[in-house]
C-alpha cells in the first residue's frame, strides 16, 4: 500500500511542475492498476480503507487498487466470454514472452502482439521477448474465441482499460467529481501504453506521461512530506457550537501533533497545519469531511455548516437548509515539509524526426488496422514542440501509444503532456 500511496504523491509533484491541480494517478505494473485522486493540489484521504482484508479506521491517502497489470491473465469462462484478470502470472513465470515457463496469455502478451512493445528493446533492451510465443498463445487462445490473434488482444486491451475506467468513474463522478475536469497521470511500466485509450473513454482533455513513469513511486517516497495525524471524538450539535469550544478542542489537539511531528523532523522549519471537521445531517450515519479554515470568530460555525451543506450537495446532488447538522468528529494534521529533490532538466534533442528510433507496424483500430508509426526515444526528444500521433515513444523504463488526432509535447521539466481532441 506505501508504493499505491507514493504513486499519487509523485503524480502530485509532477502535476504540480506541469501546473495541474486536479488530477487522476493510474499506476499500471504487474499485477494492479492503483488510482487515485489530486483535488485543488491535495490528495483525497479516506478515514474508511482497508489492510488486508480488514476494515481499519484510520486516516489514509484513498487508493483503489485492483488487479489489472502487465501480467493480468487472459481467460475464458464456461459460456465462452473472454476475461482479465484479476489473476497474474507475476514476475514469475510471468507472461508467455518471458520465456521463462508462463502458459497463460497476458496483457502484456497481448501488447507485443498487437505492436505497442518491441521485443528487442524491452527494459531498453535489457530483456529480450520471445514475440514468436506471444503470437502462437493469442494465436491458439483466439482460435478457442474464433477470433484472430490482433481481435482477441486489442479486446484483452479494451476489457481492462474498461475495468479501470469504471473504477475512475467509482472514484470521480461517485464523489462529485467530474473526471474530464481533470489531468491522467500514467506511472507504473505499463501506465502510459493503456493511457491514450483510457483518456478517451473518460472525457479526458489531457495526460501527462512523468520522466520516469515506472519508478515514479520510488520518487513519491522521496518527496512525501512528514505528517502526524490525530481525530478526535466531538459530537455537538451545530446550532449549540461556539467557536470558542471549536478552538479549545483544536488548540488540545494541535499541541500533541506539534511535539511529534517536531521531534520527527528536526532541523525542519517549514510546518503546516491542516483541520478538518466530519459532520453529517443529523439521523444519518455516514460523515462527510469539511476543512476547518479561517479564524475561530463569530461566523466560523455557520462558514463549516454553509461548507458542509455545499459538500453534500457536490456528492449527493442535494441538500436541505432546515435540517439540523451536527459534529461527529475533528481531525487535525500537522506536516512538516521534507527538502524538495531538484532534477536536473532534460537535455533537449534538436528535432522529433532526429529523435525517431525506427518505424513499427501497430494494430490501432482508430487508425484504420495495422499501419506504421514512428518510435521516438524519449530521452532526446525536443521540449516545446509539439508532435501529432499516431506513434509510440520507447524509454528504458516505459512504453507511451500516442493514438491518431493527439497532439505531445515535453514540458520543460521532461514530463510529455498529451491532448487528447475533444471528439475522440
Same mark, same amino acid.
Given at each position: 500500500?506505501?508504493?499505491?500511496?507514493?504513486?499519487?504523491?509523485?503524480?502530485?509533484?509532477?502535476?504540480?511542475?506541469?501546473?495541474?491541480?486536479?488530477?487522476?494517478?493510474?499506476?499500471?505494473?504487474?499485477?494492479?492498476?492503483?488510482?487515485?485522486?489530486?483535488?485543488?493540489?491535495?490528495?483525497?484521504?479516506?478515514?474508511?480503507?482497508?489492510?488486508?482484508?480488514?476494515?481499519?479506521?484510520?486516516?489514509?491517502?484513498?487508493?483503489?487498487?485492483?488487479?489489472?497489470?502487465?501480467?493480468?491473465?487472459?481467460?475464458?469462462?464456461?459460456?465462452?466470454?473472454?476475461?482479465?484478470?484479476?489473476?497474474?502470472?507475476?514476475?514469475?513465470?510471468?507472461?508467455?514472452?518471458?520465456? $521463462?515457463?508462463?502458459?497463460?496469455?497476458?496483457?502484456?502478451? +497481448?501488447? *507485443? %502482439? &498487437? !505492436?505497442?512493445?518491441? /521485443?528487442?528493446?524491452?527494459?531498453?533492451?535489457?530483456?529480450?521477448?520471445?514475440?514468436?510465443?506471444?503470437?502462437?498463445?493469442?494465436?491458439?487462445?483466439?482460435?478457442?474465441?474464433?477470433?484472430?490473434?490482433?481481435?482477441?488482444?486489442?479486446?484483452?486491451?479494451?476489457?481492462?482499460?474498461?475495468?479501470?475506467?469504471?473504477?475512475?468513474?467509482?472514484?470521480? $463522478?461517485?464523489?462529485?467529481?467530474?473526471?474530464?475536469?481533470? +489531468?491522467? *497521470? %500514467? &506511472? !507504473?511500466?505499463?501506465? /502510459?501504453?493503456?493511457?491514450?485509450?483510457?483518456?478517451?473513454?473518460?472525457?479526458?482533455?489531457?495526460?501527462?506521461?512523468?520522466?520516469?513513469?515506472?519508478?515514479?513511486?520510488?520518487?513519491?517516497?522521496?518527496?512525501?512530506?512528514?505528517?502526524?495525524?490525530?481525530?478526535?471524538?466531538?459530537?455537538?450539535?451545530?446550532?449549540?457550537?461556539?467557536?470558542?469550544?471549536?478552538?479549545?478542542?483544536?488548540?488540545?489537539?494541535?499541541?500533541?501533533?506539534?511535539?511529534?511531528?517536531?521531534?520527527?523532523?528536526?532541523?525542519?522549519?517549514?510546518?503546516?497545519?491542516?483541520?478538518?471537521?466530519?459532520?453529517?445531517?443529523?439521523?444519518?450515519?455516514?460523515?462527510?469531511?469539511?476543512?476547518?479554515?479561517?479564524?475561530?470568530?463569530?461566523?466560523?460555525?455557520?462558514?463549516?455548516?454553509?461548507?458542509?451543506?455545499?459538500?453534500?450537495?457536490?456528492?449527493?446532488?442535494?441538500?436541505?437548509?432546515?435540517?439540523?447538522?451536527?459534529?461527529?468528529?475533528?481531525?487535525?494534521?500537522?506536516?512538516?515539509?521534507?527538502?524538495?529533490?531538484?532534477?536536473?532538466?532534460?537535455?533537449?534533442?534538436?528535432?522529433?524526426?532526429?529523435?525517431?528510433?525506427?518505424?513499427?507496424?501497430?494494430?490501432?483500430?482508430?487508425?484504420?488496422?495495422?499501419?506504421?508509426?514512428?518510435?521516438?526515444?524519449?530521452?532526446?526528444?525536443?521540449?516545446?514542440?509539439?508532435?501529432?500521433?499516431?506513434?509510440?515513444?520507447?524509454?528504458?523504463?516505459?512504453?507511451?501509444?500516442?493514438?491518431?488526432?493527439?497532439?505531445?509535447?515535453?514540458?520543460?521539466?521532461?514530463?510529455?503532456?498529451?491532448?487528447?481532441?475533444?471528439?475522440?
Amino acid at each position: 500500500m506505501e508504493a499505491a500511496s507514493a504513486g499519487v504523491v509523485a503524480a502530485q509533484a509532477v502535476g504540480a511542475a506541469c501546473g495541474e491541480k486536479n488530477l487522476i494517478s493510474n499506476d499500471i505494473g504487474g499485477t494492479t492498476a492503483d488510482i487515485g485522486l489530486v483535488v485543488d493540489g491535495k490528495p483525497l484521504t479516506s478515514t474508511e480503507g482497508k489492510v488486508l482484508k480488514y476494515p481499519v479506521r484510520i486516516p489514509m491517502l484513498d487508493v483503489v487498487s485492483i488487479g489489472a497489470g502487465g501480467g493480468s491473465i487472459a481467460w475464458i469462462d464456461a459460456a465462452g466470454s473472454l476475461h482479465v484478470g484479476p489473476q497474474s502470472a507475476g514476475a514469475v513465470p510471468g507472461p508467455v514472452c518471458y520465456g $521463462i515457463g508462463g502458459k497463460d496469455p497476458t496483457v502484456t502478451d +497481448a501488447s *507485443v %502482439v &498487437l !505492436g505497442y512493445l518491441d /521485443p528487442d528493446y524491452f527494459v531498453g533492451g535489457e530483456l529480450k521477448l520471445d514475440a514468436a510465443a506471444a503470437h502462437a498463445s493469442l494465436e491458439e487462445f483466439g482460435g478457442r474465441l474464433g477470433l484472430s490473434k490482433l481481435q482477441v488482444a486489442h479486446g484483452i486491451h479494451t476489457i481492462l482499460n474498461n475495468r479501470m475506467a469504471d473504477e475512475i468513474r467509482l472514484l470521480t $463522478i461517485a464523489r462529485g467529481y467530474d473526471p474530464r475536469e481533470f +489531468a491522467l *497521470v %500514467v &506511472l !507504473g511500466g505499463a501506465g /502510459p501504453v493503456h493511457g491514450s485509450p483510457l483518456a478517451r473513454m473518460l472525457g479526458i482533455p489531457r495526460i501527462i506521461v512523468p520522466f520516469a513513469p515506472g519508478v515514479l513511486s520510488a520518487f513519491g517516497l522521496l518527496v512525501s512530506d512528514i505528517e502526524q495525524d490525530l481525530s478526535l471524538s466531538f459530537r455537538r450539535p451545530a446550532r449549540d457550537l461556539s467557536p470558542q469550544a471549536l478552538a479549545e478542542a483544536f488548540a488540545q489537539a494541535d499541541q500533541q501533533r506539534a511535539q511529534h511531528v517536531a521531534r520527527e523532523a528536526a532541523g525542519t522549519q517549514q510546518l503546516d497545519v491542516r483541520r478538518y471537521a466530519e459532520m453529517r445531517y443529523v439521523g444519518q450515519s455516514y460523515e462527510l469531511e469539511v476543512p476547518v479554515e479561517g479564524d475561530f470568530d463569530a461566523g466560523m460555525v455557520a462558514r463549516l455548516v454553509d461548507e458542509f451543506h455545499r459538500t453534500h450537495e457536490r456528492i449527493y446532488r442535494q441538500r436541505n437548509d432546515l435540517a439540523e447538522v451536527e459534529l461527529v468528529n475533528l481531525r487535525t494534521v500537522w506536516s512538516a515539509r521534507v527538502p524538495r529533490i531538484v532534477l536536473d532538466p532534460p537535455v533537449p534533442g534538436p528535432s522529433w524526426k532526429a529523435a525517431q528510433r525506427t518505424t513499427r507496424k501497430v494494430y490501432m483500430p482508430e487508425a484504420g488496422g495495422v499501419v506504421d508509426v514512428p518510435v521516438y526515444r524519449r530521452d532526446v526528444l525536443p521540449v516545446g514542440v509539439a508532435e501529432t500521433g499516431p506513434f509510440i515513444v520507447e524509454q528504458a523504463d516505459s512504453t507511451t501509444i500516442v493514438l491518431p488526432g493527439e497532439s505531445c509535447v515535453v514540458e520543460p521539466h521532461g514530463n510529455m503532456i498529451v491532448t487528447v481532441p475533444a471528439n475522440a
